[in-house]
């Protein structure tokens, strides 16, 4: 099937600038309360927890969702923003991120009705932390290689294999993760995996964390050692999650945060160089920015698809394969500029900092969310070149 390949022209709405504007207050407040720095990308987040509890009493988390679960039932657009500013500043996201921008809405559609009122009330308070369990050992980004199994047991089943790249799994309460449920068919190789809702406190799960070279440890390796889950963390259909996770991967792909994360050192870069920049250093903080501005047009158009409820899964891959390049790309065109900045210039040290930390950062880019490789299968399918 060829997917129609389209990004409309949205134009953000006066209330989403409304809304910028109380974002933008509110973090200046945390970051003079001394909450979190913006100029620190490398920092543990100490603070997290009742960071994400505040952003939730503003009511910024669950914010397209139903009344009913606690959400806040505004547009995409408005998340868009949210999301934006938040990733700008810096801001200590990780406690909720996952958990409102894919896990809850995967909960609204296939959890059974007691789990979404006990669960989504609490994402929506900032309350709970989230993990996705989809890569494994030998297949990456390939979801239909998975090989973690789940056998049927009396009342549930039992969890057998492992996960790994799972971010922030060592203080996550919950994970939604792809297991095996019965072999593939020579006629779909996608046949025979099922979604469910992990509660991290199980016993029979370790999580073992694994070290970046910068110093943090951000992503995990999971293993599952007969883990018992219940038949009501079953999340839709049994054997056909491919269906579930194809959508649920346009909301992972397509937010500002695919090019927003080291975003911090063009900033930096544009404070050193000063109001009056020589003509190199104009010139490509210029193309930066306009690359930035292009990126950014896109995934609002597909902010405006989601909205639509749409399911832009191709548009989706393209925003996150574009920008993990540009993001992971950028620090090295930042530290070539930098060579001309005057090294008595008030942030140099700064500057020199935030690349180091950026560029030792980078490589994890092309993993999380899909490799280039992975993504790129998808859009050539999409567009019928394959």
């Not at 960071?51 to 039932?73: A, D, I, N, Q």
């Not at 290689?145 to 996960?163: E, M």
Request: glycine share 8%.
């Amino acid at each position: 099937m060829t997917a129609a390949l389209r990004f409309d022209p949205i134009r953000l709405p006066p209330e989403c600038e409304k809304l910028r504007k109380e974002v933008r207050a509110f973090l200046a407040e945390e970051i003079g309360a001394g909450t979190f720095d913006p100029h620190k990308p490398n920092r543990e987040d100490a603070d997290a927890r009742e960071f994400s509890r505040r952003v939730g009493e503003r009511g910024w988390l669950g914010m397209t969702w139903p009344k009913k679960y606690g959400g806040h039932e505004r547009s995409f657009l408005e998340r868009y923003v949210v999301t934006e500013e938040m990733r700008v500043a810096n801001a200590p996201t990780r406690r909720f991120f996952v958990a409102d921008r894919q896990s809850g809405p995967v909960l609204l559609k296939y959890a059974p009705e007691h789990i979404k009122m006990d669960i989504l009330p609490r994402i929506c308070r900032g309350e709970v932390c989230f993990a996705i369990g989809m890569s494994e050992p030998n297949s990456g980004s390939d979801l239909f290689a998975a090989k973690t199994k789940a056998t049927k047991t009396d009342g549930g089943w039992l969890i057998n294999g492992t996960k790994i790249w799972t971010s922030s799994a060592h203080i996550a309460d919950y994970m939604i993760a792809i297991f095996r449920t019965s072999p593939p068919t020579k006629e779909n190789r996608r046949h025979g995996l099922t979604q469910f809702l992990v509660d991290m406190k199980t016993p029979g799960i370790k999580v073992n964390p694994i070290g970046q070279i910068t110093g943090q440890f951000e992503f995990n390796e999971v293993v599952f050692t007969d883990a018992f889950m219940p038949d009501d963390h079953v999340l839709g259909e049994i054997d056909g999650a491919w269906k579930q996770a194809t959508s649920e991967l346009a909301y992972e792909r397509s937010g500002p945060e695919r090019f927003l994360e080291t975003y911090y050192v063009l900033t930096e870069l544009v404070r050193a160089v000063g109001s009056k920049p020589d003509t190199r250093s104009a010139e490509g903080i210029g193309r930066l920015v306009a690359q930035l501005h292009t990126m950014r047009r896109m995934s609002v158009s597909v902010a405006g698809m989601l909205q639509a409820g749409k399911e832009p899964v191709v548009e989706a891959s393209i925003v996150k394969d574009i920008g993990t390049v540009w993001e992971q790309q950028l620090p090295h065109r930042v530290r070539d500029l930098a060579a001309f900045v005057d090294p008595d210039a008030s942030n140099h040290e700064t500057l020199e900092k935030q690349l180091s930390f950026a560029i030792k950062t980078a490589p994890k880019l092309t993993i999380q969310g899909g490799t280039t490789e992975v993504l790129r299968g998808i859009i050539a399918r999409g567009l019928g070149l394959r």
